[in-house]
């Protein structure tokens, strides 16, 4: 049996001797078993992250959690556009992360990429080749299974992702704006779109509640409590996981 196990690095480094400019943090499940890499929003590392990788190692996974922001000397960049960490970068640290995941003994099956809001952004540009291309090329799809976007900035949604795909998002939401996400006309078979009314970003996080302005976005809610959508939207995540991961 495997302890439970909080590692990280300056500078990652996959199997290959390659470095990468971000930072992990590994949560082992109790025996080998499925991963789940959680992508921050533009906020950097926060204490959310940790609530989902616990969450996760809870339900019986690894949680792998990537921190883009330190070793690119970038800081917090809510409600930024555009913002200085681009999605592609993002989306090459999952590849990266997920190929060396793949290498390790406490891993055994499939990897799944968690992003929250500018993470769950790049989440739904690493669903389709075309964005995500990583230094592999294609060869990088094989490397993530499947894919869920919290709460995402919807600069792009995808219509075809080529895996299971779990969309969450509070129909208040006037940060990562609901209004622009298209869901409605999204009906491929990968996807599970799941929304939550009177729910405003950041809806999962437990007794947060902060508002911010500025030129772009004028007026809007970081985060606000809402315990039915919170309750909903964990469900919702172990039932995906459930059913794509195991």
């Not at 998002?169 to 409605?184: I, M, Q, R």
């Amino acid at each position: 049996m495997l302890a439970a196990l909080v590692t990280g690095c300056a500078n990652f480094e996959n199997h290959k001797g390659e470095k990468f400019p971000f930072k992990v943090t590994v949560r082992n499940a109790d025996r080998p078993a499925a991963t789940v890499i959680v992508s921050h929003g533009g906020g950097c590392r926060l204490t959310q992250d940790d609530m989902w990788a616990d969450r996760f190692r809870q339900w019986g996974y690894n949680a792998v959690l990537i921190d883009h922001c330190s070793g690119r000397s970038i800081g917090p960049h809510t409600g930024v556009e555009p913002p200085p960490l681009k999605p592609q970068d993002r989306v090459d640290d999952y590849i990266a992360a997920a190929e060396w995941i793949k290498t390790q003994p406490w891993h055994k099956g499939k990897v799944a990429v968690f992003g929250i809001s500018r993470g769950g952004e790049a989440v739904l540009r690493a669903s389709e080749s075309r964005f995500n291309r990583g230094r592999n090329g294609d060869a990088g799809l094989a490397e993530l299974d499947a894919y869920i976007a919290l709460y995402p900035a919807c600069s792009y949604v995808p219509k075809a992702p080529r895996g299971p795909m779990l969309v969450m998002h509070g129909e208040l939401d006037n940060l990562a704006v609901f209004g622009t996400c298209e869901y409605s006309e999204r009906s491929h078979p990968n996807y599970t779109i799941k929304t939550y009314p009177n729910a405003y970003h950041g809806f999962e996080n437990v007794g947060c509640n902060n508002t911010g302005s500025n030129r772009y976005l004028g007026n809007y809610v970081s985060c606000r409590y809402n315990e039915a959508a919170a309750a909903q939207s964990m469900n919702d995540t172990k039932a995906f996981l459930e059913q794509h991961l195991k």
